[in-house]
């Protein structure tokens, strides 16, 4: 296929299901990487979701000064392109300061803007002048309303590939909560698609250890609702263990449940369509 046009791709029209990113935390190493990129592509051919492969290159935003935040960039990047040719499938990875935008955008098809980071306006251009697709999380701290400024700065670089993220809002200081409200919200004030991380909106951050906590049990229960408020698309990040990974193994979703779930999640989907037109 080819990766140029991902708002074909990732268009409903053609499918009339949601569309999936999906992959790890981070890029851990090769035989990792394509070991869940295959079942993905599979699991996802079955279904007929359109696939974007996620892993993150580096991890900028850790608690911990030991915390692992990569293999080396150049390494995890040729490894996401080795992704993105051997299964011929778009790859997306974040990006947190303005130069490696141009590096990143040499092995992906799509940027990705860290919550934390949705505000700074010199990254959002940065990303958006790559002419790659620009997925931009919503930051914690923000109301889905204002993410509308977020995307105007994309649009504003004559890039009109650009899709917001759903993942939650602070709920005190060590958990996240997720209003539902904000996904019919977004998809009206930024008139592009709306995707839900069901899996980093059920992290519990800023634990006393260090280490971020997650309600990965809850995973069906978010991904269920956002399909049923409308959401396009579906995040999550998934680890044959996640009890091993090396980056948010708290919230990620083991590998061998990701099929049953998509299954049940595209049957939702079906039926939230036949509504709709019923309607």
């Known amino acids: 296929m080819q990766h140029s046009d991902l708002q074909k791709y990732l268009s409903s029209s ?26 993905l592509v599979n699991v996802c051919a079955s279904l ?39 299964f011929d499938v778009p790859v997306v990875t974040d990006i947190h300061e303005c130069h490696e935008a141009a590096m990143a955008a040499e092995y992906v098809d799509m ?34 309303e204002s993410m509308r400024h977020a995307v105007e700065k994309v649009r504003n670089m ?27 919200v977004m998809k009206e004030l930024c008139s592009c698609p709306v995707i839900m991380d069901i899996t980093h909106s059920l992290q519990q951050p800023n634990q006393s250890s260090g280490v971020t906590g997650g309600l990965p049990s809850l995973i069906s229960t978010i991904g269920r609702a956002a399909i049923a408020v409308g959401a396009d698309g579906l995040f999550i990040e998934t680890h044959p263990t996640p009890a091993t990974a ?33 309607l």
């Open 246 to 278: 090396k980056s948010d193994g708290a919230n990620m979703l083991p590998l061998n449940q990701i099929e049953a779930l998509l299954k049940r999640l595209s049957i939702l989907r079906m039926a939230v369509n036949e509504m709709s037109v019923a």
């Open 14 to 39: 053609s499918t009339g299901n949601f569309f999936l990113l999906a992959g790890p935390c981070a890029i851990e190493g090769e035989e990792m990487a394509m070991e869940i990129a295959e079942h």
């Open 48 to 86: 007929n979701i359109p696939l974007v492969f996620k892993g993150s290159y580096r991890k900028a935003n850790r608690s911990r000064l030991d915390s692992f935040t990569g293999i080396g960039d150049e390494k995890a990047l040729k490894i996401l392109g080795k992704v993105r040719k051997e």
């Open 158 to 184: 004559n890039n009109p590939q650009v899709a917001v993220t759903e993942r939650g809002t602070t709920f005190g200081y060590t958990d996240l909560l997720v209003d539902f409200r904000g996904i019919p």
């Open 111 to 144: 940027l990705q803007i860290p919550a934390f980071l949705c505000r700074q306006t010199d990254l959002l251009v940065a990303a958006a002048r790559t002419g790659k697709y620009v997925n931009i999380k919503k930051g914690q701290f923000l109301s889905p």
